[in-house]
């Protein structure tokens, strides 16, 4: 179910699984939107009710004046309380994933354990894809012959407008929400107490092997490593697996 809230000037939207699970909070990367966690959801249910926020910029989501760190952390925060919820699980990948942990490092007692997919403590977001997307295409069809291998990774996010077919964010906002993403955030990561599940894709340009062990390392055995069969874009090269490894990591988690 979609619903609305108002978080300062924005007015946010988010997707419901509903059921009567554990909640999981989910916050979705550059180029997607809540939706693209909707098999997640419907693999976790009923034990899991995930609920997902179109983050500012993003599907239903207003656009936004800012998209400093701060701001996206902020929103997150306004998310949990507008729900009504106690301390729960937060999943993000890559940008999500970064506002994940640092919304979990700034917020420990909301923050039950952590999962984050394919985002390093280090961030260097290449935003030059976004420039070079196709828009105003004819047709649904027309977008996703011009997007070619890329289509499936942004199918969530396609929307029809009087322009034509494009895309449920802003390239323009979407190239200042990666400038402002690009930096280093040891501290973040490294002030994060709750147990956390770094997942990350084998075939993924985006965190190398080598950071995502440097980043397990400095967490002290509260933190585990797991890579998929996978790019960049996990949840949706490998659904199956990747929520097999989700439901694995919260099952270990103790009762509410």
Known sequence: MREYFT???????????????????ALHGHYNEASVFAPLAEALAPEWRV???????????????????AD??????????????????????????????????????????????????????????????????????????????MAPYLACSFRSSDAGWGYSFDIEHTVLSSQALTGSYWGDWDAVTCPTLLIRGADSPVLTRDHARDMVARRSGRAQLVELPAGHVVQCDAPAAFATTVRTFLTQLPPA
């Open 7 to 25: 978080a300062g000037k924005q007015q946010l939207s988010f997707l419901d699984a509903g059921g009567s699970g554990r909640p999981l909070l």
């Open 72 to 149: 996206y952390v902020a929103d997150v925060a306004a998310f949990h309380r507008h729900l009504g919820l106690g301390p729960v699980p937060v999943l993000g990948h890559s940008m999500g994933g970064a506002n994940a942990y640092q919304y979990a490092a700034r917020h420990a007692d909301q923050v039950t354990a952590l999962i984050v997919a394919d985002v390093g403590a280090v961030v260097d977001a290449d935003w030059s894809m976004a420039t070079q997307l196709p828009l105003g295409q004819p047709s649904r069809e027309a977008l996703v012959t011009a997007l070619g291998p």
């Open 51 to 69: 609920i997902a926020l179109d983050q500012r910029g993003h599907g239903e989501s207003d656009r936004a004046e800012s998209y400093r760190r």
